[in-house]
């Protein structure tokens, strides 16, 4: 689960995190490097608000230029997010296996930032065949 404290924006946007302190899916961008599998994700808490005020604007001026240090995102930055089955979470992980991950650790940690998402208890039930050294649970 992240930490807010540890993350200005969530400090800032505190107000918007679910009571389990994880991310509401609405509120996030996903983004990826790859070449051509996936090497590196980040799940990230960026609010979008139906009005913003101006510490959201000037926020989601600053990740504009963020998103250019990633090849690819998917997320609350589009106006499609969330409002098609192929535009949510869930959706994107299913095309980034379909990619691949160019290493196991890549995959293990994409599905803990996944897991990050509120509504992804998808992702938080896949790691419960990882301890945190990324090996997998011996079967009882």
Request: negative net charge; contains cysteine; glycine residues 6%.
């Amino acid at each position: 689960m992240p930490d807010p404290s540890a993350n200005a924006i969530a400090n800032q946007f505190a107000h918007l995190l679910t009571p389990s302190g994880r991310y509401p899916q609405r509120h996030v961008t996903i983004v990826w490097n790859a070449d051509p599998a996936v090497t590196e994700l980040e799940v990230v808490f960026i609010p979008r608000t139906d009005d913003p005020d101006e510490a959201e604007t000037e926020l989601w001026e600053e990740f504009r230029g963020y998103l250019d240090d990633w090849d690819c995102h998917q997320g609350n930055a589009s106006g499609d997010w969330l409002k098609h089955a192929a535009w949510t979470p869930a959706a994107v992980f299913g095309r980034l296996m379909s990619q691949g991950f160019a290493t196991r650790q890549a995959m293990i940690n994409a599905i803990a930032e996944f897991a990050e998402i509120e509504e992804a208890g998808w992702a938080r039930e896949m790691m419960l065949a990882f301890t945190p050294a990324g090996e997998p649970h011996a079967s009882k």
